[in-house]
């Protein structure tokens, strides 16, 4: 447990390092995975969904289709169930499949961590440049507010005669594998989530993505719910974090440099905090 007042003496890099290398990282034996025809959506073969939380569409589709994407639920703060979807960069011919997720699960909010390219394609342009169709899906870009670090898009999704808005956030400034430069605009984007109407009134999952859906994914889950912890309780608990994260979808934060930043921007939210919490 870290606690506010020890920031003064944070753990060296190599002890970070030796923490992270023992978490078991809970990657899916893809004989596990007993679902015909995967392979194909997946982004990467070796990132695949733990069987036990992943998100089945459940629409009524051909026995070709299937109910298959490569998408987990993830537990949020205090172990709340279905709190975050955690979920690969679409493909070209799952942008359908993704959309029918984020209608089926009432998703109020996407958090895309990831460029388009990054020397080679992590993601497809999966939302119109105005308006566009995507399987049985009409999707509008309303309005687009552009930040210095993120991009925010209000989107309409249409499907038959209803109507949703759904908030879109692109924070194109991690590279893949890799930390940012400085941990504040990272705290700024989950400010940015946290203040959100749409997430204060759905009580649906927010859906994050970056290209295989577990590093910066799995770094920025770990962030809001570090930060949540420490708003409530003036302590946090970084490792049962991640054990948490990964018992839910393999792999969640890829590497020790992404463990150690995750260190860093917590105890840089921590110095932020105002005094002690209220009981």
Same mark, same amino acid.
């Given at each position: 447990?870290?606690?506010?007042?020890?920031?003064?003496?944070?753990?060296?890099?190599?002890?970070?390092?030796?923490?992270?290398?023992?978490?078991?990282?809970?990657?899916?034996?893809?004989?596990?995975?007993?679902?015909?025809?995967?392979?194909?959506?997946?982004?990467?073969?070796?990132?695949?969904?733990?069987?036990?939380?992943?998100?089945?569409?459940?629409?009524?589709?051909?026995?070709?289709?299937?109910?298959?994407?490569?998408?987990?639920?993830?537990?949020?703060?205090?172990?709340?169930?279905?709190?975050?979807?955690?979920?690969?960069?679409?493909? *070209?011919?799952?942008?359908?499949?993704?959309?029918?997720?984020?209608?089926?699960?009432?998703?109020?909010?996407?958090?895309?961590?990831?460029?388009?390219?990054?020397?080679?394609?992590?993601?497809?342009?999966?939302?119109?440049?105005?308006?566009?169709?995507?399987?049985?899906?009409?999707?509008?870009?309303?309005?687009?507010?552009?930040?210095?670090?993120?991009?925010?898009?209000?989107?309409?999704?249409?499907?038959?005669?209803?109507?949703?808005?759904?908030?879109?956030?692109?924070?194109?400034?991690? *590279?893949?594998?890799?930390?940012?430069?400085?941990?504040?605009?990272?705290?700024?984007?989950?400010?940015?989530?946290?203040?959100?109407?749409?997430?204060?009134?759905?009580?649906?999952?927010?859906?994050?993505?970056?290209?295989?859906?577990?590093?910066?994914?799995?770094?920025?889950?770990?962030?809001?719910?570090?930060?949540?912890?420490?708003?409530?309780?003036?302590?946090?608990?970084?490792?049962?974090?991640?054990?948490?994260?990964?018992?839910?979808?393999?792999?969640?934060?890829?590497?020790?440099?992404?463990?150690?930043?995750?260190?860093?921007?917590?105890?840089?939210?921590?110095?932020?905090?105002?005094?002690? *919490?209220? *009981?």
């Amino acid at each position: 447990m870290i606690k506010m007042e020890q920031q003064h003496q944070p753990p060296s890099p190599q002890q970070l390092e030796e923490e992270f290398l023992k978490i078991p990282p809970n990657f899916v034996n893809p004989e596990e995975l007993d679902v015909p025809g995967h392979a194909s959506k997946d982004r990467y073969k070796t990132i695949l969904p733990n069987p036990h939380s992943r998100v089945c569409l459940g629409r009524a589709r051909s026995q070709e289709d299937g109910d298959y994407i490569n998408a987990n639920y993830i537990r949020g703060y205090d172990g709340q169930e279905k709190v975050y979807i955690a979920t690969q960069g679409p493909m *070209p011919h799952t942008v359908a499949d993704f959309w029918e997720m984020v209608w089926q699960e009432e998703v109020p909010l996407i958090v895309m961590l990831t460029q388009l390219r990054e020397a080679k394609e992590k993601c497809v342009h999966y939302w119109p440049t105005d308006e566009d169709t995507y399987g049985p899906f009409r999707i509008c870009v309303r309005e687009e507010r552009e930040l210095p670090e993120y991009t925010v898009r209000q989107l309409t999704v249409q499907h038959q005669e209803e109507c949703r808005s759904v908030k879109h956030v692109l924070f194109s400034a991690w *590279p893949d594998h890799q930390t940012p430069e400085s941990a504040a605009p990272l705290l700024r984007l989950v400010a940015e989530v946290e203040e959100s109407p749409e997430v204060t009134a759905s009580s649906g999952p927010i859906l994050v993505h970056c290209s295989a859906g577990i590093g910066r994914t799995g770094c920025f889950i770990a962030t809001r719910i570090g930060c949540q912890q420490l708003k409530a309780r003036g302590e946090v608990d970084i490792l049962g974090i991640v054990c948490q994260l990964r018992l839910d979808r393999g792999g969640m934060i890829q590497t020790s440099e992404q463990y150690q930043f995750l260190h860093h921007t917590l105890a840089l939210y921590a110095a932020q905090l105002p005094g002690e *919490p209220s *009981p």
